[in-house]
């Protein structure tokens, strides 16, 4: 495992396998697992796959070290780039990012925490 994989499973592990940004769970290894786990079509389930997120990007210099790297779900990751929020503070992203999924325009998916 390269060090980048390393440093992300190991904040995913830290942030309880929750995304950085909308707080959903992630997997890893089996989308068909995780789709019936949670109720989810094996679409959106494929939106919560694991990534490493830079939260300074790279293309501004961020590096592949600890601090800069946390666990964010593919959808949010890619969104980040796709619509040109890199930019943004992470944690402002991340309050972008809850109330689009509050309005029902992200991926959808809301899975609470267990109590
Ligand atoms: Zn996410």
């Keep these: 495992m390269c060090l980048i994989q390393t440093i992300r499973n ?23 697992a ?6 989810l ?35 949010c990751n890619r969104m980040r780039h796709q619509l040109g929020k890199q930019d943004l503070r992470p944690a402002d992203y991340g309050s972008y990012v809850r109330e689009e999924l509050r309005l029902g325009r992200w991926h959808g998916i809301r899975i609470h925490r267990p109590d």
Aim: glycine fraction near 4%; aromatic fraction near 8%; hydrophobic fraction near 35%.
């Design 10 to 32: 190991h904040k995913a592990v830290r942030q309880h396998w929750r995304c950085i940004y909308c707080d959903q769970p992630m997997w890893l290894k089996s989308p068909e």
């Design 41 to 75: 079509t094996l679409e959106q389930a494929l939106n919560l796959q694991l990534t490493a997120e830079h939260l300074r990007p790279r293309c501004e210099g961020g590096r592949h070290s600890y601090r800069n790297i946390t666990a964010a779900c593919l959808h």
């Design 34 to 39: 995780f789709a019936v786990r949670h109720k």
